[in-house]
T-cell receptor, first 113, second 110 residues
Framework: EAGVVQSPRYKIIEKKQPVAFWCNPI?????LYWYRQNLGQGPELLIR????????DSQLPKDRFSAERLKGVDSTLKIQPAELGDSAVYLC???????????FGPGTRLLVL | GQQVMQIPQYQHVQEGEDFTTYCNSS?????IQWYKQRPGGHPVFLIQ?????EVKKQKRLTFQFGEAKKNSSLHITATQTTDVGTYFC??????????FGSGTRLSIRP
């Protein structure tokens, strides 16, 4: 069984540029999560989807971050414009349902210069 | 709002010594999960605890959920070099909010 796929694995951009991350969850998983993990810290939930619906986006900085999960399968997280403080690892995870085991992808390491 | 504290932040032990990390929530939780993240890797699920006072074991790992469902612990007996990594708790509130602890980084002297 394929795991959670994320791309790109690494991204270096200059501040004020846009960037997008893509995630393909495990087949059949209804719940999809986007996290941001800063160095030495735990993952911080940005947004959680149940199928196509964003059920928790309370920690998503909506002035510059956006996300979508069309057709309830793969998802895209976008930052526009990026700031220096956005440098972090962006993790995608999926689970069969909410409160179930989360399976994490390898993450996208973003560096904003 | 809900807060989750995990202690200690770091622990450096001699191989063969025991290790414990604690996770404390400011509010009652519906369930809690534990994850392990190796250096350079991504979090990997270890266990989920749901019931008050629940204790689960996985070989040398023992997980506990407090009676009040506001705290949890992970204990490793006789650590091995393969146990190196950062251990995170993920706390689920009754409102389905998920908060990860800041993690405990375990390093081991062979």
């Amino acid at each position: 069984e394929a795991g959670v796929v994320q791309s790109p694995r690494y991204k270096i951009i200059e501040k004020k540029q846009p960037v997008a991350f893509w995630c393909n969850p495990i087949s059949g998983h209804n719940t999809l999560y986007w996290y941001r993990q800063n160095l030495g810290q735990g993952p911080e939930l940005l947004i959680r989807y149940e199928n196509e619906e964003a059920v928790d986006d309370s920690q998503l900085p909506k002035d510059r971050f956006s996300a979508e999960r069309l057709k309830g399968v793969d998802s895209t997280l976008k930052i526009q414009p990026a700031e220096l403080g956005d440098s972090a690892v962006y993790l995608c995870a999926s689970s069969l349902e909410g409160r179930e085991t989360q399976y994490f992808g390898p993450g996208t390491r973003l560096l904003v210069l | 709002g809900q807060q989750v504290m995990q202690i200690p932040q770091y622990q450096h032990v001699q191989e063969g010594e025991d290790f414990t990390t604690y996770c404390n929530s400011s509010t009652t939780l519906s369930n809690i999960q534990w994850y392990k993240q190796r250096p350079g890797g991504h979090p990997v699920f270890l266990i989920q605890l749901v019931k008050s006072g629940e204790v689960k074991k996985q070989k040398r790992l023992t997980f506990q959920f407090g009676e009040a469902k506001k705290n949890s612990s992970l204990h490793i007996t006789a650590t091995q070099t393969t146990d190196v990594g950062t251990y995170f708790c993920a706390a689920y509130s009754s409102a389905s909010k998920i908060i990860f602890g800041s993690g405990t980084r375990l390093s081991i002297r062979p």
